[in-house]
Each structure stands twice: as structure tokens, then as C-alpha cells.
């Protein structure tokens, strides 16, 4: 199983840009699929995009599409979440997972990180 730490949240203005990083420990992260989600206050966690084991076929939430753009690094046991073109509504705790296989398998992920705050001012 693998220990997810996300970095790379902070506070920006509206249209900006940031970028997140979750880097795993362990030797298998090139077995998991990984996924960014987000939590803004008073609302429930939603997918924001996933990524396959290999790095490719990624999903993209229609709140996101065209604005985010997830990558990952196996060598490095890394995953990226490019954000631009920043709106207020993007304000949330980003959270990184990882799921052994197929983010779109069954059963809930197999770690989680601590999250990572983004705020979007306008």
C-alpha cells in the first residue's frame, strides 16, 4: 500500500494558476491509479480527474475540463495536477488517492493523502 503527501496548495487570485504534486512512497505506484478529488466547506468530496496506471486515458471532471491537467512521473512515484485559469468555485482541500488496477474498479481507494488547501480569491 502506498503513503500519499500532497504539496503545492496556497492562495491564489482568480484566473491564476497552481500546481499540486502527490508523491508516493513504496515501490508499486506504478500499479495504482491515482485520481485528484476535492472538498469545498459544506459540500461532498467529487472526482476532479483520474489517471490509469500507465499514465494515460485521462478523466476530467466538466467543471474542470480544459483548466486541469493530470500527469504522472512513475519513476519519480509522483502525480501532478496542473490548475489555470483558477475560478472561486475551485476553492477547496485537494485530496490525492491511489486505487490498485482501475480507478473505475470496485471497492474504495486503497490511500489517501492529507489534502492540500486551495484558495481562489476574486
Known amino acids: 500500500q502506498v503513503q500519499l503527501v500532497e504539496s503545492g496548495g496556497g492562495l491564489v487570485q482568480a484566473g491564476g494558476s497552481l500546481s499540486l504534486s502527490c508523491a508516493a512512497s513504496?515501490?508499486?505506484?506504478?500499479?495504482?491509479?491515482m485520481a485528484w478529488l476535492r472538498q469545498a466547506p459544506g459540500k461532498e468530496r467529487e472526482l476532479v480527474t483520474t489517471?490509469?496506471?500507465?499514465?494515460?486515458?485521462?478523466y476530467y471532471a466538466d467543471s474542470v475540463k480544459g483548466r486541469f491537467t493530470i500527469s504522472r512521473d512513475n519513476a519519480e512515484n509522483t502525480v501532478y495536477l496542473q490548475m489555470n485559469s483558477l475560478k472561486v468555485e475551485d476553492t477547496a482541500v485537494y485530496y490525492c488517492?491511489?486505487?490498485?488496477?482501475?480507478?473505475?474498479?470496485?471497492?474504495?481507494?486503497?490511500?489517501w493523502g492529507q489534502g492540500t488547501q486551495v484558495t481562489v480569491s476574486s
Open positions: 513504496g515501490r508499486t505506484f506504478s500499479s495504482y491509479a
Open positions: 489517471i490509469s496506471k500507465s499514465g494515460g486515458t485521462p
Open positions: 488517492a491511489a486505487k490498485w488496477g482501475s480507478w473505475w474498479s470496485a471497492g474504495p481507494p486503497a490511500s
